[in-house]
């Protein structure tokens, strides 16, 4: 086997952060090599760097056993790596084949010829089992397709080196396994892939070898044969991490947050949300489980303010909320951790600081006399990070530049620190490393025991199964069933999530 691509010592600095402190990576021909780290520990930076965004400071690099200096994209993709980045950039009005073919550098004279493009698309698509039309608009096609668009281009440049950064973290569970499949036909035919991931399932399902670093520094490289999760966890955390949610049996009180006969449209004209009723009681976490696209999103947009109900009720501590502005609702005492971090969560042009701040800036200690208190918004800022672990050089620094987990715990740092009622919790782990996700966990949990309602939305079944005290199972809108973990299969929530129910099961109707 020879080595594809060989990154030997590099070493990246940001003012106030050394994001990659001497780190080695070495690819073979023929490998899906997983990259692993907690967040904010240096993969995006060191792929970045591969890919030809970033210049490191000190290292060298080899391409199939050649030094190269990789100073653009372009220069990448002369190479024969291409990137899929963690939030990808597609051109939402145009075509699959348009925004493939968009910045390439193969156009033929001032007229791009469609038509060849298309059928290469085509091609490239059905022999690697991408199953892409080329024809679509972006805007029409789901995140898990818009994906393989991205993972298209690079093949379309001819890239033989791809690196995939967190492909996983915003795909369905279906998607996931039809991804693994995809990464396997690419592998057989000779591909490399460098692979980002948190889920140590994936990683122990995948790849072949493991390099793990940590705060920068490169902590080893195993191949997956000699290794198992809990290993792959402590090399890359530096400590023992509890997979299992430790909670006590809830204590629910009254109800806090009542969802009645709620009916909503979702983003085409269709009706999303068909006579949805549920309530959250005072000290409980109640888990949404359902298969993506269930009325999810237009649920949590109706409970939040973002979308109007056409009719139904929702009340928190008995007061009528709805379709009220999101502003009122927030002060009504809803907290709300966002599907989509960039759309709803952060303003990245803001620092941290104000970040952290977006729902209270304009409220004492913030705020006095209409004057913005930037101390009490800055020592509030340092407290939180300080708190949830947030990895940042400082408070002033841009949100944008965290790394993408730290993006997500700062949001659900200042969600939590708000002290809501109810905690609306859309996918509150995605992103996160082992030791995050153990820490957020807890924090839910602990707003559960203060006697707040928690309603956490997730895809991941072993979330909404280890935190959830009951499970509501969304299907086409509706709740079709409520259960408590403790009394159902994975299986059986299968199930109820495809729209089958458990008393059909045992012999009854719906
Ligand atoms: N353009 C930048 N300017 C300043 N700091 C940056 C920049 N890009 C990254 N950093 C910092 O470098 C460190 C490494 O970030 P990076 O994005 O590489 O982490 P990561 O391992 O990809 O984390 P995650 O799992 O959360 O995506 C972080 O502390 C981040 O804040
Ligand atoms: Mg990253």
Redesign the pocket.
Known sequence: MAAVVEMLGITKR??G?V?NDKVNLVVEQGEIHALL??????????M?ILFGLYQPDEGIIRIKGQEVKVTDPNMANRLGIGMVH?HFMLVQPFTVTENIVLGSEVKRGPFLDMETAEKKVMELSEKYGLDVDPKAKIEDISVGMQQRVEILKTLYRGADILIF??PTAVLTPQEIAELMQIMRNLVNEGKSIIF?T?KLKEIMAISDRITV?RR?RYIGTVTKADTNPDQLANMMVGREVIFKVEKRPANPGSPVLEIKDIEGMGNRGVRALNKVNLEVHAGEIVGVAGVDGNGQTELIEVLTGLRKATSGTVKINGKDITNQTPRKIAESGVGHIPEDRHKRGLVLDYSVADNLVLNTYYKEPYSKSGILQSQAIAEHARNLIGLFDV???SET?LAR??????QQKAIVAREVDRDPDVLIAAQPTR?L?VGAIEFIHKKLVEQRDKGKAVLLFSLELDEIMSLSDRIAVIYEGRIVGIVKPEEVTDHDLGLMMAGGTLEKEKGGTD
């Open positions: 940001f003012p952060i994001a780290g907690e967040n904010g520990a240096g993969k995006s930076t060191l970045n963690q950064d967190e980002i948190h670093i920068g990895r940042t050089p620094t530049s965290l790394s993408g987990g730290n992103g490393d």
